[in-house]
């Protein structure tokens, strides 16, 4: 089946620093992936996204490119904030599909 | 505008008994998912509703249940409660397809 493996956290970084969280994924088709980042207490926000291979989602300074050769999309950012302090969620839904496959999420401490 | 909101956001109920989540999902949206997420996991997913008609189920027993109103809002019903079904229950909506899912805030369920 359909699966998403993130690198295990926690990442802790100081402010400013780079930070990449690897994704890697199995699918029977030919998915869309995403970022989702979940703060404390809080539901889901959808971070960014990409639906076909080679293209780039970026917002809010945070980058990932569809690697349909690795099958990859790892997170980037060039200068982590305290405020980014989060967990991180990589998932995929198929194209056509009806329901999103997550991984089981990272979480991100940034140090002042 | 409002987003997808769900109640109630906590609840705490005991072992056997039965509970009722609500989710109204955003203006216009008439697709209705269901996930769960238990502490330190990735969501799993549960149930996918569009246009009233189950769509989608996930690997659950069949003590979960859900259905969705002639508004698209919809109820996940959960019979015989067990200390595992200790989760943060999340729902998303979006105008149907596999792109823009919005998720609420979630309700924290507590089975003691």
């Known amino acids: 089946g359909d699966s998403v493996t993130q690198m295990e956290g926690p990442v802790t970084l100081s402010e400013e620093a780079f930070l990449t969280i690897n994704c890697t994924y199995t699918a029977t088709g030919y998915p869309s992936l995403f970022w989702y980042v979940q703060y404390p207490g809080e539901g889901l926000q959808l971070l960014l996204k990409a639906t076909k291979a080679d293209d780039k989602g970026s917002n809010k300074g945070f980058e990932a490119t569809y690697r349909k050769e690795t099958t990859s999309f790892h997170l980037e950012k060039g200068s982590v904030q305290v405020s980014d302090s989060a967990v991180y969620f990589c998932?995929?839904?198929?194209?056509?599909?009806?329901?999103?496959?997550f991984g089981g999420g990272t979480r991100l401490m940034v140090k002042p | 505008d409002a987003g997808v909101t769900q109640s109630p956001t906590h609840l705490i109920k005991t072992r056997g008994q039965h509970v009722t989540l609500r989710c109204s999902p955003i203006?216009?949206?008439?697709?209705v998912s269901w996930y769960q997420q238990v502490l330190g996991q990735g969501p799993q997913f549960i149930f996918q509703y569009y246009e009233k008609e189950e769509r989608g189920r996930g690997n659950f027993p069949d003590r979960f249940s859900a259905r969705q109103f002639p508004n698209y809002s919809s109820e996940l019903n959960v019979n015989a409660l067990l200390l595992g079904d200790s989760a943060l229950y999340l729902c998303?909506?979006?105008?149907?397809?596999?792109?823009?899912?919005?998720f609420g805030s979630g309700t924290r369920l507590t089975v003691v």
């Open positions: 203006s216009g949206h008439k697709s």
């Open positions: 998932a995929l839904i198929l194209n056509a599909g009806n329901m999103l496959t």
């Open positions: 998303a909506s979006n105008l149907g397809g596999s792109y823009g899912y919005t």
